[in-house]
């Protein structure tokens, strides 16, 4: 039976959970000194997301809209449209006012994709760089550039603070970016899949994918806010491991399967249990935000599975549906929740 419940309901017991907190707390003394060696910094010279204030001159809103919907998650089409990063504002424009700002890489990583086919994205001109934080692959993203840093290659490594690109506004959206909203798209993700470019050809043969692994289908997003304002508010004490284990339930659920790329690759988001490490693993209990993100990943022994279904949903917090409902992955029918459409497709596309 599915319930409805408040974060972190339906995991592990009280043992367990003090183990995971110890293990988190050990991993957060090295986290500590990793994050004082690679903050994250903001892509731009723009800074007035640090001002009291100052959020409408640092955010780009829709037209017509407020600063609100240049911010991350569920800000647009009345709560029901997912925006993955931050629309920054630009500082400075040539004499046709075109933006001219720099884009800078947000930390010490290597260049993995550069697109230079506008036409080809939303994103138009974009960039992504990887990073390693605290055994965490991060991957920062640059979207709407107007030009791409002259020699700027994949494989490429980068320094925090280096140039990468100039602001502007490409896009391949039907409402074209105007002069006033020029902005840099900037993410920071998770990566979901090595192979998604596999899962996409063979759930949707008749669409193309034009950017391969580096889709932006298979990078979800974190709020890059939170994670700049938390490091901006505690400096060294910032902690990206511990920001992700905080993250607010959406749904809780079981995945009949134990072998996926996203086990190796965040495999510091999996948290020990006895029963599973005596009995053997049969399946994966994940926590998903909002977003889709499974910040939390529990072994699961067979003993501890009831339903047979490759999934089973355990538990949803009704109060992060309604807070954050855009990314459809469970509905309501009735008195009973079950995985939507868009959330067997997550799963299908992070399981593959």
């Not at 994949?154 to 280096?162: S, T």
């Given at each position: 039976m599915v319930t409805s419940t408040a974060r972190h309901s339906g995991g592990p017991g009280w043992c367990a959970i003090l183990r995971r907190r110890a293990a988190v707390s050990i991993l957060s003394l090295a986290a500590f000194s990793a994050a004082a060696q690679q903050p994250f910094?903001?892509?731009?010279?723009?800074?007035?997301?640090?001002?009291?204030?100052?959020?409408?001159?640092?955010?780009?809103?829709?037209?017509?809209?407020?600063?609100?919907?240049?911010?991350?998650?569920?800000?647009?089409?009345?709560?029901?449209?997912?925006?993955?990063?931050?629309?920054?504002?630009?500082?400075?424009?040539?004499?046709?006012?075109?933006?001219?700002?720099?884009?800078?890489?947000?930390?010490?990583?290597?260049v993995v994709y550069i697109n230079t086919r506008s036409s080809l994205s939303n994103y138009g001109n974009y960039i992504v760089v990887q990073h390693h934080v605290?055994?965490?692959?991060?991957?920062?993203?640059?979207a709407h550039l107007r030009g791409i840093?002259?020699?700027?290659?994949?494989?490429?490594?980068?320094?925090?603070?280096?140039?990468?690109?100039?602001?502007g506004r490409t896009s391949n959206t039907r409402e074209s970016i105007s002069k006033e909203r020029a902005h840099v798209h900037f993410e920071l993700n998770l990566f979901v899949n090595d192979r998604f470019s596999s899962w996409f050809k063979k759930t949707s043969p008749n669409e193309r994918n034009d950017h391969g692994e580096w889709n932006g289908q298979n990078l979800l997003g974190i709020d890059p806010r939170l994670v700049l304002m938390g490091e901006h508010d505690l400096g060294d004490k910032?902690?990206?491991?511990?920001?992700?284990?905080?993250?607010?339930?959406?749904?809780?659920?079981?995945?009949?399967?134990?072998?996926?790329?996203?086990?190796?690759?965040?495999?510091?988001?999996?948290?020990?249990?006895p029963v599973a490490e005596k009995e053997g693993i049969a399946g994966y209990e994940l926590a998903l935000n909002f977003n889709g993100v499974a910040f939390e990943v529990i072994p699961r022994a067979a003993s501890e599975i009831r339903g047979k279904g490759k999934y089973q949903l355990v538990s949803v917090n009704e109060a992060e549906y309604h807070k954050n409902p855009c990314r459809r992955l469970v509905v309501q029918k009735g008195s009973r929740w079950e995985l939507g459409t868009h959330g067997i497709e997550a799963l299908d596309m992070l399981t593959y």
């Open positions: 910094q903001l892509p731009t010279a723009n800074h007035a997301l640090f001002e009291p204030g100052g959020e409408e001159k640092f955010f780009v809103g829709t037209t017509g809209k407020p600063w609100t919907s240049g911010c991350f998650g569920c800000v647009r089409s009345d709560g029901w449209q997912m925006h993955e990063g931050l629309d920054i504002r630009c500082l400075d424009r040539d004499k046709r006012g075109e933006p001219t700002d720099t884009v800078r890489a947000t930390a010490d990583g290597t605290e055994g965490l692959e991060i991957d920062s993203l640059y840093q002259p020699g700027l290659k994949i494989g490429q490594p980068v320094k925090a603070g280096e140039p990468i690109a100039v602001m910032f902690s990206l491991l511990n920001f992700l284990h905080n993250q607010n339930d959406l749904c809780r659920v079981i995945v009949r399967k134990t072998n996926f790329p996203w086990l190796k690759r965040y495999a510091s988001l999996i948290h020990p249990n």
